[in-house]
């Protein structure tokens, strides 16, 4: 088979999608600053409440129940950042509560944020997950007390696809009477989410994991939710995000959802169709394999696939070699040798957990490209293992 | 996006693309000496096997298998070239800059993975030495307790170092050293620039390959 280029890393980021391109190129010349009074700014001014209007409609939010932020990673610090906030300097609600649950599987910037609490005196309880990455409900309903303050938990992984039970998650969160916030990047634009049906009251979500561009996210805070600002110091955002907001990411990440309104239906049978047969192509080809995810309940094109004897970044590099693009939970990538927080949870053995790749499909994807996957992949690992001192030993 | 650099130098990408001396068939080889270090637990494994011409104390030939990412395989393929022919002296004393000099250099954060090949092939040298009951020749790099707390050595150290520890801070994350009374603070700390100097130092390592 011909060489081909082929991306499967959509979990990491998307290519721009053609029409957010276009929005984008139009909104160029908008130079207004959507603070000012006169028509330059009242014109950017527009075009961000509109923007935001899109934003609340495709999750089923309020207008004034979003704010932009900068990315992923800053709307999640923000809505951490709330736990023991009792300064009446803000006009919001305070969140008094000491103790923050979430879970082993979340996103480096809930994780590293969750210390950095712990080390101001924020009492973290960490949920474990079973084999196929669901949280342990049980263990949710004896961590969440009076005194807990939020309960954050991640929609969807970002490692391994699995989805969350978030109604049940929310309704023993609420019953306890916490407060829930759920990092949605991976989930938002990919499969159905509604705040009301799912009851949360944060999300986080994202811009570029859904065909838009870098350095745009939003959050959503339900109406009388506490909060608590990370970045002070400007009106904007409603006192809730200081700084000029980015006209040009909000008007794409607008476009960005009204597009995957349109189009995520569809897109997610077809990713779930190629997904099965990458999937059953794998397991057909290559002996001792191991899928990590839930087999269901999982991101439409996500497919995390560990190798028995066969190193991560290895893997990675010889798919890189011949045009295809993963990524690896296994750590030597970068640069220590820690496996994968997320695979090691699941429970699966260490030694499997540094031979994971993850494959995450988008919109640009085909089944040309499964199958070109699937041409490649069993002489990749058929040729690390040739020379592996940890698959010889096994035969 | 061809222009786009790959990480690495030519040489490591072709000892990538083409390992040299791969240990196909253990039994088949039939080494004079045999050497194991890492394990898999931990990210990363090495076997190194060796032929040893006994009456000039050469190399003669030099296997290997490996657990490990694309700079374990390039930097043992290229070892294993390196010292077929040397003095098993010579060989003993091959360090992991030696390799990566010939290699071209790995980037910073991959020379970690870089130094298990010769580890595993002092391992297989003293193998066989032992094996050919030259016992006083078998060289052990005995490890000094650094921690007696946490009973951390100054090996374990070293190889925080290697994985990317550069501040006591992260030497403490990743070995918990100095973790309960504290004494051995000022030591550790010491060993840290060490180690740093020794396999990172910017006048003697091999650059970074891309600006």
């Known amino acids: ?395 | 996006m061809d222009k786009v650099n790959w990480a690495y130098t030519d040489t490591v990408l072709e000892h990538f693309m083409h390992p040299k001396n791969i240990l196909a068939d253990e039994e088949a080889f039939q080494p004079d000496g045999r050497g194991i270090t890492g394990n898999v637990k931990c990210g990363d494994q090495m076997i190194v096997a060796i032929k040893v011409d006994r009456d000039r104390g050469v190399i003669t030939d030099c296997r290997w298998k490996t657990f490990g990412c694309a700079s374990a395989i390039a930097s043992t393929s290229v070892m294993s070239e390196m010292v077929k022919g040397m003095k098993l002296e010579d060989a003993f004393r091959l360090s992991p800059r030696d390799i990566n000099k010939e290699l071209g250099g790995l980037p910073e954060h991959k020379i970690h993975c870089s130094v298990l090949g010769d580890k595993a092939l002092r391992a297989a040298i003293n193998d066989y030495y032992e094996r050919s009951g030259l016992h006083d020749r078998v060289e052990k790099e005995e490890a000094r307790v650094v921690c007696t707390c946490m009973n951390i050595t100054d090996h374990e150290i070293e190889d925080a170092v290697l994985e990317g520890a550069r501040t006591y801070y992260e030497l403490q994350e990743k070995t918990k050293v100095g973790t309960v009374c504290g004494e051995c603070k000022d030591d550790v700390e010491r060993l840290l620039e060490f180690y740093k100097n020794k396999h990172f130092c910017a006048t003697n390592a091999a650059g970074p390959v891309n600006p």
């Open chain 1, 1 to 395: 088979m011909e060489k081909r280029r082929v991306y499967f890393d959509n979990n990491a980021t998307t290519p721009l999608h053609p029409g957010v391109k276009q929005a984008i190129m139009e909104v160029l010349d908008v130079h207004g600053n959507p603070s000012s009074l006169h028509a330059f700014g009242r014109h950017a001014r527009m075009l961000v409440e509109e923007a935001r209007g899109k934003v609340a409609a495709f999750i089923g939010a309020k207008p004034d129940e979003i704010l932009f932020v900068g990315s992923g990673s800053e709307g999640n610090n923000t809505i951490l950042s709330i736990l023991n906030s009792q300064c009446r300097m803000c006009e919001y609600n305070t969140c008094s509560g000491k103790e923050l649950v979430t879970t082993k599987i979340e996103h480096p910037c809930i994780m590293e944020t969750s210390k950095c609490l712990a080390e101001r005196g924020i009492r973290v309880t960490y949920l474990d997950v079973d084999r196929d990455g669901k949280v342990d409900l049980n263990q949710l309903r004896d961590s969440v007390t009076l005194r807990t303050g939020l309960v954050s938990i991640m929609m969807a992984n970002n490692e391994i696809g699995t989805i969350q039970d978030m109604k049940t998650i929310s309704r023993i969160v609420h019953e306890r009477g916490s407060l829930f916030h759920t990092d949605a990047v991976q989930a938002v634009g990919k499969v159905p989410v509604n705040v009301d049906e799912l009851g949360v009251d944060f999300l986080t979500l994202s811009g570029h994991k859904i065909y838009g561009p870098k350095g745009i996210g939003a959050v959503y805070v339900r109406k009388n939710a506490p909060f608590c600002p990370l970045i002070r110091g400007g009106h904007q955002e409603r006192g809730r995000r200081a700084g000029t907001e980015n006209t040009i990411g909000i008007v794409a990440l607008g476009r960005a959802v009204e597009l995957r309104a349109s189009e995520m239906a569809d897109e997610e049978k077809r990713l779930r169709r190629m997904k099965e047969a990458l999937r059953k192509g794998i397991a057909e080809k290559i002996p001792d394999v191991h899928f990590v995810g839930h087999p269901t309940d999982s991101l439409p094109g996500t497919l995390n696939v560990s190798f028995e004897g066969a190193e991560g970044e290895a893997i990675l590099l010889y798919l890189d070699l011949a045009g295809i693009a993963v990524s690896t939970g296994s750590a030597c990538a970068s640069g220590s040798l820690d496996p994968s927080h997320v695979i090691l949870a699941t429970g699966l053995p260490v030694e499997c957990a540094h031979g994971s790749i993850r494959i995450s499909m988008g919109r640009e994807n085909t089944f040309d490209d499964v199958d070109y996957m699937l041409t490649v992949l069993p002489d990749v690992i058929g040729r690390i293992r040739s020379m592996s001192s940890a698959y010889a030993r096994r035969q």
